[in-house]
């Protein structure tokens, strides 16, 4: 969990006070690579928020391989692959996230009675 964000400018407000790191560390019980980490943003930016994580995709994008399965229903995960520059494995994987099938089913076609 971050510390809020009414901490971290307590802590601000203490340093501009003209208190050192060191004691900023001991009247609020943090430490100090957070503190100086605030510092180092607050003086480049002038916010205490952290910055919002940026989540990519190692290998395969979901909207690109969802739209890549529509195109081309029949590709085996090895084609698949291929055309993303990755293993069968990631690209099972990514089917698995997604949950997409790849096991084609018979049509129901009902029973069929057997004449004597």
């Known amino acids: 969990m971050s510390y809020s964000i009414d901490l971290r400018k307590k802590v601000m407000e203490y340093l501009e006070s003209g208190h050192s790191q060191r004691e900023a560390q001991k009247v609020f019980?943090?430490?100090?690579?957070?503190?100086?980490?605030?510092?180092?943003?607050?003086?480049?930016?002038?916010?205490?928020?952290?910055?919002?994580?940026?989540?990519s995709f190692k290998k395969l994008d979901p909207e690109e391989l969802e739209e890549y399965v529509a195109k081309h229903p029949e590709a085996y995960l090895k084609e698949i692959g291929e055309a993303f520059g990755c293993t069968e494995t990631s690209v099972r994987?990514?089917?698995?996230?997604?949950?997409?099938?790849?096991?084609?089913?018979?049509?129901?076609?009902?029973?069929?009675?057997r004449s004597k």
């Open 29 to 55: 019980q943090i430490g100090l690579s957070a503190i100086n980490r605030w510092r180092q943003r607050y003086e480049k930016t002038g916010k205490l928020e952290d910055k919002k994580p940026c989540r």
């Open 93 to 113: 994987r990514a089917f698995r996230r997604l949950g997409i099938t790849r096991k084609k089913r018979r049509s129901a076609t009902g029973s069929k009675e």
